[in-house]
């Protein structure tokens, strides 16, 4: 097509095909292609999409494979800003023909970047359900009306180095480095799930004593409506965590919030705006925390006004033997840790298979994702499972948010009856990339979410 052909390659950070890739890095896949004899000229493209090079090296052909000729089915939509691209420059779209290989696919049979038992599940649940039937559940989702209830959270790390014990006192002693801040609790469910559905709204309890409103309207995305109360006297629940820089050990972790009671004056507040708000939802999401937000009164009209009802009722420090899954009966849909049924059914040792189908008994929800880190989930569903989904994590930086975001991802596809299997798998999917980074310091993007579906099964 061309006298002289220069190929561009992705950089690392914006591979985008899920925490297991790239398998090489960017080097190495430059020095791959430079080794080719037909290939001229290498460039590592430092941006997330190929506009920008097409406009520094104004190409006469821009060449594609025939992969890409269905514009419609490019996740990214960038084949579209491309060509677009090209004919500003006085170039064309061209596409090559003959075989074409999936990088992807070689990978995940040939390398084994996740254990080979995790591989093999991928390939047998490709099968049965193909990425192209789980995005197109996705992508319509795009039409659920969302609304998240909970608590907002902001997490603070405070980095530092560790000096050493204090000489006078059997006290560790470190030195602040900086400090970082995201938004966490229901307003990370929220980011989640704004990436995916046009219309989404959050409830939540902000204080009056430093509410850190102005940094959570600035961390939420604009799709995301606001129906903040705020109780009176109070803070806006930080949790604080002191972290090892160099290890990224977290030494201590500091609570501040008020966790008394709510009075009549400010449950009536809370209530009122469920009252109003919960009924006018397709799927009703409930991440509750413990801290005090949510009365029975209010959880009560949570379940009776909700047309369908995702929940998860954390364990944590603050609510630790005080707080329990059976406040919420019958529900359309319930996540749980392994450790949190565990609590529920008083059994410290019993087998995951055993516990989670008597949990789903004794509570009578209709779908419930019983989560248990590496090894992954178990799903029971009517009449289904129960079925046991591996993790798909290639690599654990923190695992703060990875529940939440494997409930707000999940209960996308729970509300639209997609068959539980598919539903663990989803919530897993959505864990691994929620692992990968700091805390909530990037909510979940859909193309790379999708994309990552995409790699996993081909």
């Given at each position: ?5 220069i190929?561009?390659l992705t ?16 080097q190495l ?33 821009y ?49 084994g ?9 991928l ?72 990436s ?10 902000l ?13 939420l995305?604009p ?26 050990l ?102 995951i ?26 799903c ?8 046991e ?25 729970a ?43 081909k």
């Amino acid at each position: 097509m061309g006298d002289v052909l220069i190929v561009t390659l992705t950089t690392d950070r914006y591979v985008n095909k899920g925490s297991h890739r790239p398998a090489f890095s960017e080097q190495l896949r430059a020095e791959f292609l430079a080794a080719l004899e037909g290939v001229d000229f290498v460039a590592i493209n430092p941006t997330p999409t190929a506009v920008e090079a097409i406009q520094a090296l104004k190409p006469d052909i821009y060449a594609k494979g025939p992969d890409y000729k269905n514009a419609a089915a490019d996740l990214t939509g960038g084949i579209v800003a491309e060509e677009n691209a090209v004919r500003s420059v006085g170039g064309r779209l061209a596409f090559t023909s003959g075989a074409t290989f999936s990088s992807t696919a070689l990978i995940n049979r040939h390398i084994g970047i996740l254990p080979q038992e995790v591989h093999s599940y991928l390939a047998d649940f490709a099968k049965r359900y193909p990425a192209d039937r789980i995005i197109d559940h996705f992508q319509r989702a795009h039409k659920l009306k969302v609304l998240l209830i909970g608590e907002p959270i902001i997490d603070e790390y405070m980095y530092c180095d560790a000096i050493g014990k204090s000489s006078k006192e059997p006290t560790m002693v470190v030195k602040r480095l900086s400090n970082e801040k995201f938004a966490g609790g229901i307003l990370a469910a929220a980011n989640h799930v704004a990436s995916f559905c046009d219309e989404v709204a959050v409830i939540g309890q902000l204080g009056t004593d430093n509410s850190h409103e102005a940094f959570i309207d600035g961390k939420l995305r604009p799709n995301i409506r606001r129906l903040f109360v705020h109780r009176p006297n109070s803070p806006t629940i930080v949790k604080r965590r002191i972290v090892e820089n160099y290890f990224f050990l977290k030494l201590l972790e500091i609570y501040e919030f008020n966790d008394a009671p709510l009075s009549p004056a400010e449950d009536e507040d809370v209530c009122q705006v469920l009252m109003e708000h919960v009924p006018n939802y397709d799927l009703v999401i409930v991440i509750d925390f413990g801290h005090s937000m949510l009365t029975e009164r209010a959880r009560r009209i949570i379940r009776e006004r909700s047309k369908f009802l995702a929940v998860n009722a954390q364990c944590n420090a603050g609510n630790l033997g005080h707080h329990a899954l059976s406040r919420y009966k019958h529900v359309d849909y319930m996540t749980a840790t392994l450790n949190e049924i565990r609590i529920e059914s008083r059994d410290r040792h019993g087998d995951i298979r055993d516990l989670a189908p008597q949990i789903f008994d004794t509570l009578q929800c209709k779908r419930l994702a019983v989560t248990n880190g590496r090894s992954g989930c178990l799903c029971l569903g009517p009449g289904e499972g129960p079925f046991e989904v591996p993790a798909v994590a290639g690599k654990v930086v923190d695992r703060i948010g990875a529940g939440d975001a494997f409930l707000s991802v999940s209960a996308l596809l729970a509300a639209q009856g997609a068959p539980m299997e598919m539903v663990g798998f989803a919530g897993n999917a959505a864990g691994a990339l929620a692992v990968a980074t700091v805390a909530n310091r990037e909510p979940i993007d859909r193309v790379a979410y999708l994309k990552q579906i995409e790699s996993l099964l081909k």
